[in-house]
């Protein structure tokens, strides 16, 4: 089965600082991955995709993700956090098993950025 | 451009009864996926429907069921509701299918609490 995982729970970074939420994956194929945010009590938020071409993406709100195909790994990064990042962050990858294709999020990590 | 808009924001019923949630997507999107939110189990994707037929399904039981319209309009229906329904139930449109393009917008959800 296809999936995505995201291994921290949560992210803690004081303001300025770069900060990295991580995703793996696990497809068979060529992945295509995306990144969402949701802010407290909205729906999700596109950020940014990878499909093809250059392994670093740039996205929405000064966020970036590197896919990395030998670590089948595509963190977000922002080399400087704001406070108005705080959020939770989903990764997304697309999944054709079982003859279908959708959309599958990770757990999710929450994003706390201190002043 | 008017987003995508869930309705109803909020609603409380009881076991055993049924509940009917719509979603209508952005104007010129033919995809409505629905996925369901939940603290335990993250994101969870239910089904997509495309130009008024199921294109994509996720691995929830048939108590839950949806429909699209000729106007790219979307209902799903959850019947026979037990305690564990309670979640956030997101709606997303896109302008072709979910899993293809990636870039979904999302509603604010329907929060369903069953007492």
């Known amino acids: 089965a296809q999936s ?9 970074v004081a303001e300025g600082n770069p900060l990295t939420v991580k995703c793996t994956y696990s ?3 060529n992945p295509y991955l995306f990144w969402y945010v949701q ?3 909205r729906g999700l938020q596109f950020l940014l995709k990878y499909i ?6 740039k996205g929405s709100y000064g966020f970036e993700a590197e896919f ?3 670590q089948t790994s595509f963190h977000l990064k922002t080399p400087s956090a704001l406070v108005s990042d705080s959020a939770l962050y989903f990764c997304a990858v697309r999944d054709l098993s079982g003859g279908y294709n959708k959309l599958i999020f990770g757990a999710g990590t929450r994003l706390a950025v201190h002043p | 451009k008017a987003g995508v808009t869930q309705t109803p924001r909020y609603l409380i019923k009881t076991r055993g009864q049924q509940v009917t949630l719509s979603c209508s997507p952005i104007s010129g999107h033919r995809s409505v996926s629905w996925y369901q939110q939940t603290p335990g189990q993250g994101l969870q994707f239910l089904f997509e429907y495309f130009s008024e037929t199921q294109r994509n399904k996720g691995n929830f039981p048939g ?12 209902e799903m229906n959850v019947s026979t509701l037990e305690l564990g329904d309670s979640a956030l139930y997101l709606c997303a449109s896109s302008f072709g ?11 604010e959800g329907s929060r369903l609490t069953v007492l």
Request: charged share 15%; glycine share 12%.
């Open chain 1, 4 to 12: 995505v995982a995201q291994p921290e729970d949560q992210v803690n």
């Open chain 1, 27 to 29: 497809v068979s194929g």
């Open chain 1, 39 to 41: 802010y407290p009590n």
């Open chain 1, 52 to 57: 093809t071409g250059d392994n670093l993406v």
């Open chain 1, 68 to 70: 990395n195909k030998s």
């Open chain 2, 63 to 74: 108590r839950f069921s949806g429909r699209q319209f000729s106007n790219s309009r979307s």
């Open chain 2, 97 to 107: 299918l979910a899993g293809n393009t990636g870039e979904l917008f999302f509603g």
